[in-house]
């Protein structure tokens, strides 16, 4: 059964000093956990300092985004290669608010994500549709458009590294979270479809998150969940304390998981 990762995307908050804090606090807080993986992703101003504190944990560093190409005149954009000089594994890609805020279009996140590749970084890729486009019953198809678009180009046993956040944008800040049910079935749709397009091991390798109000105390409904392979997490994971309780419990609901 694939590992859960619980995924801490804590946008724009946090200051080096402050980014410092949390780790020094969180580190002890899950030392020894096991059954979930674990990702911090900080600002890009706090990745050199958060990168050594992790060192010899079981916690890894990630990135919120990066650009495509390896170097040049992109005033303000960040190189893949400064990524992993840094040691950082996991970058997201596509976050909807990347999307909605900031206009990348799927052309740009499928150059992202094999951006990421070429480099040896794993994508956690974001897709999600809109409230309006829920209540249109089009949920299916954007999401299924999206992964489609992103994942052009790409061979089956990249894909089976990959790992897909499924974050309704509805759900994203709001307090509204999906229910399991709803998200599994999501989930559920993009695993079948990556088998249709890159077979069964990739399907069976990739991990699917959920995203959208996670909180300690309903993680463990999409954890159970076969098909949901963890979370990304972006209010909750701003506290040492409540991140640690949020990834135990995480781990705990996942050992329940059908192997
Ligand atoms: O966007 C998210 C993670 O990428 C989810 O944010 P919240 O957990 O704050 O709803």
Not at 61 to 80: K, M, N
Not at 83 to 99: A, C, D, K, Q
Not at 147 to 170: K, M, N
Request: charged residues 25%; aromatic residues 6%; hydrophobic residues 50%.
């Amino acid at each position: 059964m694939r590992t859960p990762l619980i995924a801490a995307n804590w946008k724009m908050h946090k200051t080096v000093a402050e980014a410092r804090s949390f780790v020094e606090a969180f580190l002890p807080a899950v030392r020894g956990l096991e059954g979930a993986d674990i990702a911090l992703c900080p600002p890009f101003t706090a990745l050199a300092a958060v990168g050594p504190l992790l060192a010899g944990s079981a916690v890894a560093l990630g990135a919120q985004d990066l650009y495509h190409e390896d170097r040049g005149a992109f005033t303000g954009e960040i190189a893949p290669g400064m990524l992993t000089e840094l040691g950082v594994r996991y970058v997201i890609v596509g976050h909807s608010e990347r999307r909605t805020l900031f206009g990348e279009t799927d052309e740009l996140v499928r150059a992202k994500v094999a951006a990421a590749f070429r480099h040896g970084l794993t994508p956690i890729l974001c897709v999600g549709e809109q409230l309006a486009e829920r209540e249109a019953g089009r949920t299916e198809a954007v999401v299924t458009r999206q992964v489609e678009a992103a994942l052009t180009g790409l061979e089956a046993a990249q894909v089976e590294r990959l790992v897909i956040a499924y974050e309704p944008v509805w759900a994203i800040g709001t307090g509204r979270a999906a229910t399991a049910a709803d998200a599994g079935a999501v989930c559920r749709l993009i695993r079948d479809r990556i088998r249709a397009a890159f077979g069964d091991r990739a399907a069976r390798g990739l991990r699917i998150q959920y995203g959208g109000s996670v909180k300690a105390d309903n993680i463990a409904d999409f954890a159970r969940d076969p098909d949901i392979d963890g979370a990304l997490v972006g209010g909750a994971s701003l506290d040492p304390q409540g991140f640690a309780a949020l990834v135990r419990a995480a781990a705990e609901a996942a050992r329940g998981r059908r192997a």
